[in-house]
């Protein structure tokens, strides 16, 4: 019998609303929100629940936003399904500290107070450098790394066999789609991004994240947690601690962590939290008829565990 995995939401995926229908239907749900607005010292859940959109975007807002909400899809889950087993967990960027929290490696407090902290660093790094991302479909590995050496761009996102997004200035991810188009890319599009995220150009973020996590103590997964850097499982709580400092400017291997989690076994895949997108980056690296499913509201949990449970 494969294994079940679940992946949690990125940023990028919130949407105003997110949660609401969970929080009001389990009151773990909402004690997930009411616990968030305490240690932050602020509404989150009413940004969440109520908008406006300009402000659940922002970094420091959106991705302790995420978090929780991805947590109280998990948690909602759980409850209806209390028996369900999870053989590994992973997420993308964000979403990875959704997965380290999941497995047990650091408190629901702690990891807010990390995001509270990154999500306004990496806040304060977009607004100090003008910068960007493009998403590039259908380009191999070597035209990839020819766009990066012409145009100043680093390597982002590995989504997919086929997909790359790409990270840096302005000026310079322009000339990377431009220059993609010419190469042939079946898509090059410049990303509605605060900036350049998983690039050179987050590097002040990364001491500020040092000092917090420092303060926190990061226990040994339950279970393998896929690092993004690696596209492989963490190892100690210290490598831990040094993959997440060196995923603020590092390489998101997305497609080489899902090759990794198929072949230990996985071939059930559950995405917890705002979005679809993971799902449907899963679809085109997972074998063809991989079971999917997704949770971000009440109608979707409904759709999944009457699915598992039948």
């Known amino acids: 019998m ?5 992946i949690f939401s990125g940023q990028g995926a919130q949407f105003v609303g997110m949660g609401k229908d969970l929080a009001e239907a389990y009151p ?7 616990k968030a607005d305490e240690v932050l010292g602020y509404e989150l859940s009413k940004i969440c629940f109520e908008g406006p959109a300009e402000e659940l ?8 936003a995420i978090f929780v909400t991805s947590i109280a899809c998990y948690t909602a889950l759980k409850e209806k399904l ?3 087993e999870v053989a590994m967990v992973a997420g993308l960027s964000l979403g990875e500290w959704s997965a380290l929290h999941a497995a047990g490696a650091l408190s629901f407090e702690d990891t807010l107070r990390v995001l509270a902290v990154r999500g306004q660093a990496m806040q304060d790094a977009c607004e100090e450098k003008d910068g960007s991302m493009v998403s ?4 191999n590995a070597d035209q990839l790394s020819e766009i990066c050496e012409k145009s100043g761009v680093e390597l982002a996102n590995l989504n997919s066999e086929a997909q790359t997004v790409l990270s840096g200035e302005r000026e310079a991810v322009e000339k990377a789609a431009a220059l993609a188009s010419e190469m042939g890319a079946k898509r090059a599009i410049v990303l509605n991004v605060a900036g350049a995220f998983h690039s050179s150009l987050m590097a002040s973020a990364t001491p500020k994240l040092e000092k917090v996590l420092s303060t926190v103590e990061i226990k040994e997964p339950s279970i393998p947690v896929v690092a993004n850097v690696t596209g492989q499982a963490h190892g100690s709580s210290q490598e831990i601690f040094d993959t997440m400092l060196k995923q603020v400017t590092g390489s998101v291997h997305w497609y080489e962590g899902i090759n990794a989690m198929t072949a230990a076994g996985v071939g059930e895949f559950i ?3 705002p979005g679809k997108v ?3 980056l899963v679809k085109r690296i997972a074998e063809r008829g991989t079971p999917l499913y997704n949770i971000q509201d009440l109608a979707s949990l409904e759709k999944t565990v009457a699915a598992l449970a039948g």
């Open 2 to 6: 494969s294994k079940r995995a679940i």
């Open 28 to 34: 773990a749900c909402k004690a997930l929100y009411d």
């Open 57 to 64: 975007t922002k970094s420091n807002h959106a991705q302790p």
């Open 82 to 84: 209390p028996e369900l």
């Open 136 to 139: 590039v479909i259908g380009l």
């Open 271 to 273: 995405e917890c939290g």
């Open 278 to 280: 993971l799902t449907g």
